[in-house]
């Protein structure tokens, strides 16, 4: 609703300048950190001007309501974390650890809120696999947890792979096509389970022709045991 008060306060068509992307390109904007300042002066800015003069006025009437977006939860409480004064020492020494779940899915703005939270303490716990990184389209950079051990020097690594889920089948397929990833960390997962049955591929052309074949798929199956029509 704001993003579109400011379309018609600027006199933009929301048909070439739709909400929805002018938000994305806001939101990721802020998971970079990136500022309406220093956007505006960047390459980014300077090729969307416009763009760029949205972010600024979307950020001005936020602060005039008092209100923040999701992004902003994180701007904000970073801001206060990487204070170099009493504020910002407080919030570093309140945590005696910090755990990280899906560490291969963090942005920018998250890496630093964990390297400011954790830097207190230096008691820092990550979990995640490179190979398994699939919000690049939400921002998150897989090259994070590649450079870990770089970031944050003296932490241990311990590779989990054994695998307690698939087949040998599904795994020997999977270690095959993620060894092509160039850019990941060395790693073979194995599993005690039987081969069980071959891979199988299916490219359809839309998402729903990929749903009425893995729905067909089931039907198939439970007409085998038994389970139904």
Not at 71 to 92: Q, T
């Amino acid at each position: 609703t704001l993003v579109k008060e400011i379309l018609r306060d600027l006199n933009l068509d929301e048909k070439h300048f739709a909400p929805g992307a002018m938000l994305a390109k806001i939101s990721r904007a802020k998971e970079r950190c990136v500022t309406p300042h220093v956007y505006a002066s960047s390459s980014e800015g300077e090729l969307s001007p416009t763009i760029a003069s949205i972010y600024s006025e979307y950020q001005r009437r936020l602060g005039q309501a008092s209100a923040l977006d999701f992004d902003d939860l994180i701007m904000h409480a970073l801001s206060l974390a990487e204070r170099d004064d009493g504020i910002g020492n407080a919030w570093r020494n309140r945590f005696k650890y910090v755990l990280v779940d899906e560490y291969q899915d963090v942005n920018e703005a998250q890496y630093r809120m964990v390297r400011a939270l954790s830097s207190g303490s230096g008691n820092i716990c990550v979990v995640g696999d490179d190979d398994q990184s699939i919000y690049g389209f939400r921002g998150a950079d897989h090259r994070i947890i590649l450079r870990f051990e770089r970031d944050f020097p003296g932490a241990a690594t311990f590779r989990l792979e054994r695998n307690y889920r698939s087949t040998a089948a599904v795994l020997s397929a999977a270690n095959s096509l993620v060894s092509r990833n160039t850019q990941r960390h060395r790693k073979k997962l194995w599993t005690e389970r039987e081969d069980g049955l071959p891979v199988t591929v299916y490219a359809g052309q839309t998402d729903r022709d990929a749903a009425r074949y893995v729905v067909g798929s089931i039907r198939r199956s439970m007409h085998e045991l038994g389970l139904g029509r």
